[in-house]
């Protein structure tokens, strides 16, 4: 026998080629024989497979439909060679239900796995982590999609994608329509073993998120407030977000020395933002607004980032969603609160047609520290607002010079030069020499390379073409029946004249109009024709979308149980808005304080709701109620909330009340649109209001008429923000109450006293008379107040 003594220099060298031979020959056998294929059908099954799997195992998921799965996942694989999971057939493992996904090990790639038509029933659909002790690093999840997976329940807090551990990669997925409480994506620090982490979220697809409608409607969220002192060194890379609207940060980061760079921001209603954490980079990011309203860019909160080589372009937001805004601290700032902006360029960055930046931004009796040593240079300016920044403090902490712009300008800091253009990825982009983003730090990620490439986003359903079914008094039993049978968008049409006897309420889970045949010379009415009390005649359900026109509700019918509320939405959660539309009704007889015409149920969530050509009278609670989230933690019931040439006639309560309480910043909302309205004799109790617009951030009162109403308190009511947008004008306040605001300056020039001279208050017929001096007092030569036949 030969034998090799391996610490003796000739031996090594004599048999060494042998010995290489032998030992790769080995190495090769070991690597793959053992490797192998498994086929698994059951959690269970898939559960064992992994922890049993050796590097270079494929553990494949039977094709099907697996539903009320929670999957774990936990081996331990090599960089080399991995343990991957994965279909059979990209697309065909379908996960439904309530279910979950686990992971934790080493090297392990989980790839292909398609989420949809279901929630979890935990709080993350998929963590990094089994448990406390067990963390994932060096983990992959690739190529997965995540479609509209959310709880029924809109205020759920349910995260989609939580990272722990080190070095975990989330890349080239798919994420569709989150509608629930918390982020997309968010990557914890709450450990020291998930702390510097390295993490890389890069190629991946953000389509969609409808605005939330309070804090908590992120896409991504780096670390959180108290541990944002922490570096996360997160790179979040090469991504596309396409209308995410959740909130005003679409990415938040609160941690430290994060790389954000290369991403895309398309017709996003938000910015990224340097919510908490120093030391952050943001790098040839392009941020594409199509001049759509409310589009944001970057937000500065603390210490010593970087802001290079963005391209900022049509962006329409303003203050926290300016293109660029550089907010002010707190003094002794509370961890959770804001941090001075100290030691920030922001440089060679390009803004394309954007409305003005914001400097100091958020400035009041609180956040009183200015951003100082901020320096502000070779960025290239086109065809930008005037002003081309706001700057609250002018106190020289942002040192604004050497900057370009492509036109004359007298602001001082911005020099005029000849831009030049050059292209990237179909998108045309001004330069100037030393000016402006760098297009060798530029890519434009786009379409094509992100997302879940077996995955086709623009799917679209079937469109049934709308058709009325008709409805008359003797069928209206059947009503529910018709609608549950009708397609999206069909139309019920009702085509009698008369009494339209109801013994339960009608529920609408789809897009659906209720309407008046057109030839009809009276309203059809619809009453509670059942013992039993109705908590409205028409309920909105999740999915629902309803728009009603020439009908009327009435509230207490002979000696028939009560009805709640005309038409509301429902009090079980949702977690889809729906819109109201109402065109030439009348809402009457809804006898106690606690009723109303039209209601918002809590926990739900109108994007519209539209009152025209209406009537509400003898009404004991409120006509339109859209207040009924009361924990002051920033929600409110509807985005727009908008009323024209209606009338308000003889009710107790207020006419319109809507509410928002707290002092949250991360909404839009709620929008207020009030014109050509008439209020008699509305809501005279005393400190009652008629108008109630608590936390609205965006209002506008004008052309209408109140008269004899409010005379116990005000006529309207404001409790608004100094930054809010709220105006009262061409109002005419007759024998009323007063404006009532905190900061009083919301009423115009045009405001007036006049007596209105009705044509026929017995017949209420609320048009001005021609002898009126109101006729030529709006603002639109329309005579003041509503005009209804």
């Known amino acids: 026998m030969t034998m090799i003594f391996l610490d003796s220099s000739v031996a090594i060298k004599k048999y060494m080629p042998k010995y290489k031979l032998i030992l790769g020959s080995l190495l090769f056998t070991s690597l793959f024989s053992y490797a192998k294929n498994i086929t698994v059908s059951t959690p269970t099954e898939l559960k064992k497979s992994v922890q049993n799997a050796v590097p270079g195992d494929t553990i494949f998921l039977e ?57 979890t029933p935990e709080k993350d659909l998929i963590v990094f982590r089994v448990n406390n ?16 997976f959310n709880n029924p329940d809109r205020f759920r807090n349910e995260n989609w994608i939580v990272l722990w551990g080190k070095n975990n990669r989330v890349d080239h997925n798919t994420f569709i329509n989150k509608l629930t409480a918390s ?22 697809y953000f389509k969609g998120r409808q605005r939330f409608g309070g804090n908590g409607g992120e896409t991504i969220r780096i670390g959180v407030s108290r541990y944002s002192l922490t570096p996360s060194r997160t790179q979040i890379v090469d991504n596309y977000f396409e209308r995410c609207n959740g909130e005003v940060e679409i990415v938040s980061i609160k941690s430290g ?60 937001g303003t203050a926290f969603r300016s293109p660029l805004s550089i907010m002010n ?57 005037n002003p081309i920044y706001v700057d609250n403090n002018n106190d020289g902490g942002v040192s604004v010079f050497n900057n370009v712009i492509d036109k004359a300008n007298s602001e001082k800091g911005f020099i005029q030069v000849k831009t030049s253009f050059f292209t990237k990825n179909g998108i045309k982009i001004p330069q100037a ?4 983003a760098d297009p060798k730090k530029l890519s434009f990620i786009t ?45 019920i049409l009702l085509a009698e004249e008369g009494i339209y006897r109801l013994e339960s309420e009608i529920v609408i889970n789809k897009p659906i109009v209720i309407a008046a045949n057109k030839a009809l010379h009276s309203k059809p009415v619809f009453v509670n024709a059942s013992y039993k009390t109705l908590p409205a005649l028409i309920t909105i359900e999740n999915g629902g979308n309803l728009e009603v026109r020439n009908i009327a509700f009435q509230g207490a019918f002979e000696s028939f149980g009560n009805v709640q509320a005309g038409i509301r939405s429902t009090d079980q959660p949702m977690n889809r808005h729906y819109n109201l539309t109402i065109d030439g009704c009348e809402f009457y007889d809804y006898n106690e304080s606690s009723f109303a015409g039209v209601k918002a149920s809590k926990s739900t969530l109108a994007d519209s709701i539209v009152i025209k050509n209406s009537l509400f009278r003898n009404i004991s609670g409120t006509a339109v109620n859209v207040a009924e989230e009361k924990e002051d933690k920033g929600f409110y019931g509807a985005e727009y909330t908008i009323v024209t040439n209606t009338v308000f006639t003889n009710v107790m309560g207020s006419a319109i009340n809507v509410y928002r309480g707290g002092n949250d910043e991360s909404t839009l909302g709620p929008f207020v649109r009030i014109n050509h309205c008439t209020f008699n004799e509305v809501e005279n109790r005393e400190q009652g209001t008629v108008i109630r617009l608590v936390g609205v951030q965006d209002a506008s009162i004008t052309n209408s008429i109140f008269a004899n109403s409010g005379q116990g308190g005000r006529s309207i009511e404001f409790r608004e923000f100094r930054w809010d947008n709220i105006v009262v004008d061409y109002c005419d306040f007759y024998n009323s109450g007063r404006v009532e605001s905190f900061y009083n300056k919301v009423l115009g020039k045009n405001i007036y006293n006049i007596n209105p001279e009705f044509v026929d208050l017995t017949k209420l017929n609320f ?5 009126s001096s109101l006729i030529s007092k709006s603002s639109d030569g329309k005579a003041l107040g509503a005009k209804i036949n």
């Open 133 to 148: 002790d067990r963390l994932a690093n060096n983990c992959r999840l690739t190529e997965c999609v995540i479609e509209e």
């Open 183 to 204: 982020p997309v994506l968010i990557a914890e620090l709450n450990d020291e073993r998930s702390q510097q982490n390295y993490h890389s979220v890069d190629h991946n």
């Open 767 to 771: 048009n001005l008379k021609s002898s």
């Open 257 to 316: 020395e994060n790389n954000i760079s290369r991403n895309t921001f398309f017709e996003c209603e938000g910015g990224l933002v340097l919510r908490h954490g120093a030391n952050n980079t943001i790098t040839g990011n392009l941020f594409l607004g199509n001049n759509k309203p409310f589009t944001g860019g970057v937000r500065i909160i603390n210490p010593g980032h970087k802001v290079t080589d963005n391209v900022f372009m049509e962006l329409r």
């Open 447 to 491: 379409l094509n390379d992100v997302g879940a490439r077996w995955f086709n986003t623009d799917r679209t359903r079937s469109v049934i073409n709308n058709k009325a079914i008709a409805v008359n008094k003797s069928n209206i039993k059947e009503i529910q029946q018709y609608i549950d049978k009708a397609n999206a968008g069909d139309t």
């Open 329 to 385: 601290g707190v003094p002794n700032s509370l961890i959770n609160r804001y941090y001075q902006v100290v030691d920030v360029q922001i440089e060679n960055n390009t803004f394309v047609n954007c409305t003005a930046l914001t400097f100091g931004a958020g400035k009041d009796a609180e956040r009183t520290l200015s951003p100082q040593k901020v320096t502000f240079q070779r960025n290239l300016f086109v065809n930008p607002n």
């Open 433 to 436: 020499k030393g000016y402006g």
């Open 63 to 119: 094709d099907k439909e697996w539903k009320n799965a929670n999957l774990v996942v936990e081996g331990k694989g090599t960089a080399a060679k991995p343990i991957v999971i994965a279909p059979k057939n990209l697309g065909k493992v379908v996960i439904t239900g309530q279910s979950s996904l686990k992971i934790a090990g080493e090297y392990l790639v989980i790839k292909g796995l398609h989420f949809k038509d279901g929630y």
